[in-house]
């Protein structure tokens, strides 16, 4: 009995009751991944790049001790803060695509049914799922700790500040990761998951809190004070109370501050976590039995349809269906037969007429503020269309090969008579069918308030050339990275790191040396390269000057250019683009025949 009672003991202070088996194989597995120890390495670097330059950037300042001393303690600042939230947006979107796939593989694979056939509950396959994936994540959350103990040397970051922003951390990647897996349950597809993920989270912490904010303004800023608005709204937003624990850090006797609490906000997205995981572990278990069954992939139509089939078996008709002719070039023609909204149309139209709503009601809010003229308002706009386009046009080209990889029919691809070029050519058509449409709120903006004069027209053909080059670019990116990769996880993320360095880690380190050696042309001029900085430019001159073209105020300009000039370089940089785009593609296509398994 003794022996009994103390197995009980420690079988739960080991914690296996709540992950199972499946935690303990994903730690053997990835003690031998080496990715895992690459992606290590590459996140300290960066980070240790970064602490260098601030470093030589504070310390080349003369003055006194005391100055210096006070120099150091902003240096620490500034370093701290970076990692911190690095960490907060890194870890999120690495948490979201890592478990894009966690339990719809195992659901393609069959293998769920199976599972349940063994002592293994639903519960420990959903936690031991999510914290498997997570440990990794968790993993470069602790080895920054050392770097973050040793900058606080410098002064000036409290260590209250270092632990309420990594406990933020956590429980915001705990809650994207619970998102992520519980839309994993309904789709296979990994891009559709992703995208899913991006956009409730961007509903949840953007759309509707501007939404509220909106609506305040314009009815109860007579009766609800900002401050009491701003302290229940932000609450639960995880962006927002980082960003008020760092403001109070950097300057901590600033007042007027909505009252937030990090333990409060942590508990909240918590119980949210803990909420989405119960409707996982319900449905993980539905879907498992439905499976073992044989039930899984039998649709309420399909049903429908044999039980006619029966039915009428009397009248000895021929249910045989005619197979489609393939018309034209077969893997264009194959990838314009996938459907874009998937398998549940009505669930999609549904989601698409609810964000069109909601699009809209911030049209009408915007035009009863009268603030639809205002440049503030159409770079908004312009960004977060773009953002999204440039989310999915990320996904998607990744997804292209490594989905067939994963199902298994790349090599029968290969087998065939079709050459490489034309399933380049059919999987760039592909790409564009299923990217273009989301563009279309981004040049339907500029259209429709270009014909309202908000907004000069030719921002309509400057806009179309930022949207090609991109849309180029990033399918030649994904494409290749599709064909070095067997996996989709590891597609996107390579994608999505390229996107990040490109655009936003090199500008940042351009801008330090610039700031050290005290030549920033270069850095100003790379800025001028950037997606978002040629539609800010764009919109900031166009709805500046809505009849007559106006000026073009460019980062590494010091004078204002001409519509002209500006259209010229706008076009130099889609020629670079596409070119490189164009090259990766190439790549891409060398590569079809190599790591076929």
């Avoid at 918590?270 to 539905?286: E, P, Q, Y």
């Amino acid at each position: 009995m003794t022996t009994g009672l103390f197995n009980v003991v420690t079988r739960f202070f080991s914690f296996f009751w709540l992950t199972g088996p499946i935690f303990d194989k994903e730690l053997r597995v990835s003690s031998r991944r080496r990715r895992n120890y690459v992606l290590r390495f590459a996140y300290l670097a960066l980070l240790t790049i970064f602490l260098v330059l601030v470093w030589l950037e504070e310390v080349q300042h003369s003055g006194s001790s005391v100055y210096r001393i006070s120099r150091m303690a902003r240096a620490g600042q500034t370093i701290i803060v970076f990692i911190i939230w690095f960490q907060f947006l890194a870890t999120q979107l690495v948490a979201v695509v890592m478990l894009s796939t966690s339990i719809s593989d195992e659901i393609y694979n069959r293998t769920l049914g199976l599972l349940m056939t063994t002592p293994v509950n639903s519960f420990q396959i959903v936690m031991g799922k999510l914290f498997s994936k997570l440990l990794q994540l968790i993993l470069l959350l602790a080895i920054s700790l050392p770097l973050l103990a040793i900058v606080r040397v410098f002064g000036g970051v409290p260590w209250n500040y270092v632990i309420s922003s990594l406990c933020i951390t956590l429980s915001a990647v705990i809650f994207v990761g619970s998102l992520s897996l519980f839309f994993s349950i309904f789709s296979r597809r990994a891009y559709i998951v992703i995208i899913m993920t991006i956009l409730t989270l961007g509903m949840i912490f953007g759309l509707i809190p501007l939404l509220v904010a909106l609506f305040w303004r314009a009815n109860l800023q007579n009766i609800i004070s900002e401050k009491t608005l701003f302290s229940v709204l932000f609450q639960p937003n995880s962006y927002a109370i980082l960003a008020f624990n760092t403001q109070v850090m950097m300057s901590p006797r600033m007042g007027g501050m909505p009252f937030y609490s990090w333990p409060l906000h942590c508990g909240i997205i918590l119980t949210a976590s803990v909420l989405i995981l119960v409707v996982s572990v319900t449905m993980v278990r539905k879907v498992a039995l439905l499976q073992a069954t044989g039930q899984i992939n039998i649709s309420s139509r399909k049903s429908l349809f044999r039980k006619k089939a029966v039915r009428d078996s009397v009248n000895q008709q021929d249910f045989t269906a005619v197979p489609r002719r393939v018309k034209g070039p077969p893997v264009i023609w194959k990838e314009l037969r996938l459907p874009l909204l998937g398998r549940r149309k009505i669930a999609a139209f549904i989601g698409i007429f609810v964000c069109l709503s909601l699009l809209f009601i911030t049209y009408w809010l915007c035009f009863e503020e009268g603030i639809l003229n205002d440049i503030g308002t159409h770079i908004l706009y312009t960004v977060v269309f773009m953002a999204l386009g440039i989310l999915f046009t990320i996904v998607y080209p990744a997804t292209s090969i490594t989905s067939e990889k994963e199902s298994r029919s790349w090599p029968l691809l290969l087998i065939t008579t079709i050459d490489d070029r034309q399933i380049l050519l059919g999987k760039f058509v592909g790409i564009l069918y299923r990217c273009l449409p989301i563009w279309i709120l981004l040049l339907g903006h500029v259209y429709l308030f270009s014909l309202m004069d908000y907004i000069h027209i030719v921002a309509n053909i400057q806009i179309a050339i930022l949207v090609a080059w991109i849309v180029v670019f990033l399918s030649g990116t994904g494409l290749y990275f599709s064909s070095c990769f067997k996996r989709t996880t590891t597609a996107v993320i390579m994608n999505f790191t390229l996107a990040a360095a490109i655009w936003a880690i090199v500008p940042l380190l351009l801008g330090l040396i610039g700031i050290i050696t005290h030549e920033g042309d270069f850095a100003e001029a790379y800025m001028d390269t950037n997606p978002f900085v040629h539609a800010v430019v764009i919109i900031d001159a166009t709805v500046k000057n809505p009849v007559t073209t106006g000026s073009y105020d460019w980062v590494g300009s010091r004078r204002s250019k001409d519509v002209v000039d500006s259209t010229s370089w706008m076009l130099t940089c889609m020629a670079v683009y596409m070119s490189l785009g164009a090259f990766f593609a190439w790549r891409a296509k060398c590569r079809f025949r190599r790591n076929i398994f």
